[in-house]
């Protein structure tokens, strides 16, 4: 299905600000800096995460642990039978134990998404807690989840589309809102 640009959201420059100002958020709302690892979900949070990382570290000298965590088997609308063959298979490197797990997504949208990769986080151990970082939030949640950072509030209709565009996976660094046409 085709898609219509109606405009550009942010540019790089206002990515990256938000991130920065993400960063200090998260270094004010969590007292131990040790104790922060990110995780991003595939594919475009992988990436917001380590620019998140890297800003953290540039603030306090430490760079938290990241890695990319992979929510497809975790999804409450895939095929069952594709699904729970694969719910055993570890996918965090480092342990989550005792620690507070940021997960990092490019846009929330219905919640979903963000339901799967709390189940994948808690699976691997016991974090002391899990927060939610989005780079947009765009509303129509289905399930109760908010993220506790957000990069921009977007109210949006349920035609329209975000897209997030990062170098490393699409060759340019903005924020775009379209419409199916």
Do not use: W
């Not at 790089?12 to 995780?39: F, M, T, Y």
């Not at 992988?46 to 990241?66: H, K, S, Y």
């Amino acid at each position: 299905m085709p898609i219509k640009e109606k405009t550009i959201l942010m540019d790089g420059l206002s990515v990256d600000r938000a991130l920065i100002r993400i960063a200090h958020q998260v270094l004010e709302k969590n007292s131990d800096e040790e104790d922060i690892c990110l995780l991003g979900i595939k594919t475009r949070g992988v990436f917001l995460a380590e620019r998140l990382a890297d800003n953290i570290a540039q603030i306090t000298g430490t760079r938290p642990m990241t890695a990319s965590l992979d929510i497809t088997k975790f999804r409450d609308d895939l095929d069952q039978g594709i699904a729970d063959g694969k719910k055993d298979i570890p996918e965090i490197p480092f342990p989550v134990e005792g620690k507070t797990v940021i997960l990092c997504d490019d846009v929330i949208y219905t919640g979903r998404s963000a339901r799967a990769a709390m189940e994948a986080v808690i699976r691997e151990g016991r974090p002391a807690r899990i927060q939610f970082f989005a780079l947009i939030d765009r509303g129509h949640r289905e399930l109760p989840i908010r993220p506790d950072y957000v990069g921009k509030n977007v109210p949006t209709s349920r035609s329209e589309i975000i897209s997030v565009c990062l170098p490393e996976c699409d060759g340019e660094y903005c924020v775009r809102l379209g419409e199916r046409e």
